[in-house]
Every structure is written in structure tokens, then in C-alpha cells.
């Protein structure tokens, strides 16, 4: 178990829809990382927050936002869903995320599996 | 970023130990090499890192050459449950703390 919780476990919903999926980080961790995982594309990283803020961007669409509340959980919000974002979606978090800092390796969720049908 | 290059797929027996290697020739002096695996769409699990020496945990050691250009991570009894997806990264070291995955090395422990 590492430590981090990540809800649903499974979704389906429908082309056009909009679904959150939601991360509890490990206690004390400050950075959420969110990836897609689809079968052809691998490990795809999406985004990064820590401690509230966005710190990087990766191959997120514009359809797609998170947020991190004040409590350090954080929410992955995919809107006007289509057919190819069907994929697994894990949330990771790490007690570092500033540039410069090397302490800390990345706890992964058991991910939430999306399918658009 | 760095990039690493992995065999696609390896098999190793039951019980011997399983070397899996990764090139990373363009790796800056201050990039660490990180080695995760995923288990059948598991999250990923971390297993070791290391900068410039070997390391050794309960999970795994990691050679790395002299020239950091590349790195074995090495299970030193293969069991069945080793059957899984590894991964090496390099991180960056001007982008924070995410970790890039590649394709990785579909290791299968055959019994």
C-alpha cells in the first residue's frame, strides 16, 4: 500500500461527459502528480502541483484541469470526454517538487480506470 | 531531457537473478537514475535510485559504469511476482521533480 488513495477505482460514462477523479496524497506529501496510462501511449505525465500551485505541465489537453485543495488532495477534471480517453489515470505524490530538490521518489495510486464509450 | 533506451522484452528462469539493462548516454552530472516497475496495471512501485555508486536495497541493486552512461538494475532471485514492467528514468534536474517514462523492459519470470 503506498499510501495513496485515488477514487473512482473504475468509471464509464459516455462520449461528451465530464468526470472527476479525485487523489489523497500520502500524509505530509506536498506534490500531486497526475498521468494517463493508455495502451498506446504509456505513462503520459500531465500535470504537477505542489502545495496548491501548478509547478509543471506535460501532455495535458486543454479539456483537461486539476486542482489542488488546501488539504493537499487534488481533483483531475476531464471534460467533453471522447472515445481515446479511455485509459487509466494514476495520481503520485512526492514530499519534494521544486526544481533543485532530489529527496523524494513518487508513491503511485492504484489508478482510476476511465472508459468512454 | 535525458533519454534512456531498454531492451523490449527479456525472460529470466525462476530463481536466477535478472539483469536488466538501460543506456542513458546523454545523462548530465547531477541527473540521478531512478528504476520503477508496474505490475500488470498496478501503479507503478518504486525500486532504486542512484547518482554515481552502486546501491542495494531488499528490492534490488544498481550498477552504474564509471561514465554514467549506463546502468543494470539487477534482482538478484527472480520469482514469479518479478514479472512486471520496469522502467528507467533519468530526472531531470531543471524541471522539478516529475519522472518521464519511457517504454520500458516487459521482464518475464518463467517458471
Known amino acids: 500500500d503506498s499510501g495513496v488513495t485515488q477514487t473512482p477505482k473504475h468509471l464509464i460514462t459516455a462520449t461528451g461527459q465530464r468526470v472527476t477523479l479525485r487523489c489523497s496524497p500520502r500524509?505530509?506529501?506536498?506534490?500531486v502528480y497526475w498521468y494517463q496510462q493508455s495502451l498506446d501511449q504509456g505513462l503520459q505525465f500531465l500535470i504537477q502541483?505542489?502545495?496548491?500551485?501548478?509547478?509543471a505541465k506535460g501532455n495535458i489537453l486543454e479539456r483537461f484541469s486539476a486542482q489542488q485543495f488546501p488539504d493537499l488532495h487534488s481533483e483531475l477534471n476531464l471534460s467533453s470526454l471522447e472515445l481515446g480517453d479511455s485509459a487509466l489515470y494514476f495520481c503520485?505524490?512526492?514530499?519534494?517538487?521544486?526544481?533543485?530538490?532530489?529527496?523524494?521518489?513518487?508513491?503511485f495510486g492504484e489508478g482510476s480506470r476511465l472508459t468512454v464509450l | 531531457d535525458a533519454k534512456t533506451t531498454q531492451p523490449t522484452s527479456m525472460d529470466c528462469a525462476e530463481g536466477r537473478a535478472a539483469n536488466l539493462p538501460c543506456n542513458h548516454s546523454?545523462?548530465?552530472?547531477?541527473?540521478?537514475v531512478y528504476w520503477y516497475r508496474q505490475i500488470h496495471s498496478q501503479g507503478p512501485q518504486y525500486i532504486i535510485h542512484g547518482l554515481k555508486n552502486n546501491e542495494t536495497n531488499e528490492m534490488a541493486s544498481l550498477i552504474i559504469t564509471e561514465d554514467r552512461k549506463s546502468s543494470t538494475l539487477i534482482l538478484p532471485h527472480a520469482t514469479l511476482r518479478d514479472t512486471a514492467v520496469y522502467y528507467c528514468i533519468v530526472r531531470p534536474s531543471n524541471t522539478g521533480n516529475q519522472f518521464y517514462f519511457g517504454t520500458g523492459t516487459s521482464l518475464t519470470v518463467i517458471p
Open positions: 503520485a505524490s512526492s514530499s519534494s517538487g521544486l526544481a533543485g530538490d532530489y529527496t523524494g521518489e513518487l508513491f
Open positions: 500524509s505530509g506529501d506536498l506534490s
Open positions: 502541483y505542489y502545495n496548491g500551485e501548478e509547478r
Open positions: 546523454t545523462i548530465s552530472g547531477n541527473e540521478y
